[in-house]
Structure formats: C-alpha cells, structure tokens
T-cell receptor, first 112, second 114 residues
Framework: GDSVTQMEGPVTLSEEAFLTINCTYT??????LFWYVQYPGEGLQLLLK???ADDKGSNKGFEATYRKETTSFHLEKGSVQVSDSAVYFC???????????WGAGTKLIIKP | EAGVAQSPRYKIIEKRQSVAFWCNPI?????LYWYQQILGQGPKLLIQ????????DSQLPKDRFSAERLKGVDSTLKIQPAKLEDSAVYLC????????????FGEGSRLTVL
C-alpha cells in the first residue's frame, strides 16, 4: 500500500546551518506531496506542496522538489533559525480516495 | 478568517469513563476530519465527513468511538468507554475541497486516560 518514510529525529542543528529532512514515498501513480509543520503548542499547518514530477514547492525559505525517479520529496532550507524548531511531517494524497498518508514526523531542534 | 476551533484543549479521565470533543471548522469548508495523533507518530484518520455525510470511517473503533456532524457544520467526537491506549491528541481539520490535500487544523485536544 501507499506509504511515506521520513528520517528519524530529533535533528539538532545550530542556527544558520543547512537543513535537509529526507522523505521517500511508495505510491500507486503520481500523488501530490506535502510538507506540514507543527510548531510547539500549535496545530499542524501546510508548509508547501508539489503536485507533479519536478515541481518545486517553496515557502518561508523552505523548498522541496518532487523527484519521481527516486520517489523522494526532501525538505531543505539554506539557513535555519531558532524559530524553525518544530515537528515536520511529509505526506501524500492517495488519488483513489483522497486520503492523506502521513510520515511519522521529524522533530527539528535549532540551537542559537 | 477564523481558524478551526476545538475544545477542550486538555482532558484527563479515568479508564472506562466517557469524553467528548467538539470542533467548529472554518466557515464554508465542506470536508471535516478527525485524526488521532499518538506521540511520535503521524496523524491517523478516524473519520471524514463531506457536509454531514460520512465519507470514510474505516479506522474508527466503532465499539467505543462515535462522531457526528449535524447540519454539516460543527462536529463532536465521543469516546465511551475510554481505554488507556486512547491517550492521544485528537485533531480536527477542515478543507474546502477533499481532493487537494490542503487541510486546516485546529490546535488539538489532548486526552490523558489514567
């Protein structure tokens, strides 16, 4: 069945470091892909999305490119800030019933 | 625009007791979701409504969980009787269209079952 695998956390970085959070997926067809973020004490919110191969989603300095050949959607940011500390979830939407399939989440900790 | 409202934010009960969670989605959003999120895991869909009809409740433990969305607006999720393994955050989300994957979440209701 469809699934999403994320790198385990926590990921701990210093401020201004380069960030990569890996996400790979298994799916039938070509689903849309998402990154959601959950800041401490807040609800999940959509960070970015990509709907087809080679699309790049971007928001708040974060980027992710839909790679069909490697079935990946890695999240990157060139210079992280303390305020980026959160839990990041990769997800895909099943075309058959429009259900979101979620990864387990990756906790990111940024130290000043 | 007001976001998704949930209450209560926190609830502590003993096993075998009952609990109810309330959700008011964003105005005009036809699709409403209830998710269960256990610490360290991704959200698990419990039930999805389209207006006031159930689209998917395949993962809802129907012997103890129930949900309704009267008049296609706000919704209530009930657990009766609660078990220890029900300790989790219950997330409500809404979406204007169910095929976009773009969900708007509330802050969640954290349940602790003792």
């Amino acid at each position: 069945g469809d699934s999403v695998t994320q790198m385990e956390g926590p990921v701990t970085l210093s401020e201004e470091a380069f960030l990569t959070i890996n996400c790979t997926y298994t799916a039938t067809g070509y689903p849309s892909l998402f990154w959601y973020v959950q800041y401490p004490g807040e609800g999940l919110q959509l960070l970015l999305k990509a709907t087809k191969a080679d699309d790049k989603g971007s928001n708040k300095g974060f980027e992710a490119t839909y790679r069909k050949e490697t079935t990946s959607f890695h999240l990157e940011k060139g210079s992280v800030q303390v305020s980026d500390s959160a839990v990041y979830f990769c997800a895909l939407i099943k075309r058959s019933n429009y259900q979101l399939i979620w990864g387990a989440g990756t906790k990111l900790i940024i130290k000043p | 625009e007001a976001g998704v409202a949930q209450s209560p934010r926190y609830k502590i009960i003993e096993k075998r007791q009952s609990v109810a969670f309330w959700c008011n989605p964003i105005s005009g959003h036809a699709t409403l979701y209830w998710y269960q999120q256990i610490l360290g895991q991704g959200p698990k869909l419990l039930i999805q409504f389209q207006n006031n009809g159930v689209v998917d409740d395949s993962q809802l433990p129907k012997d103890r969980f129930s949900a309704e969305r009267l008049k296609g607006v706000d919704s209530t999720l009930k657990i009766q009787p609660a078990k220890l393994e029900d300790s989790a955050v219950y997330l409500c989300a809404s979406s204007p269209q169910r095929d976009t994957g773009e969900l708007f979440f509330g802050e969640g209701s954290r349940l602790t079952v003792l």
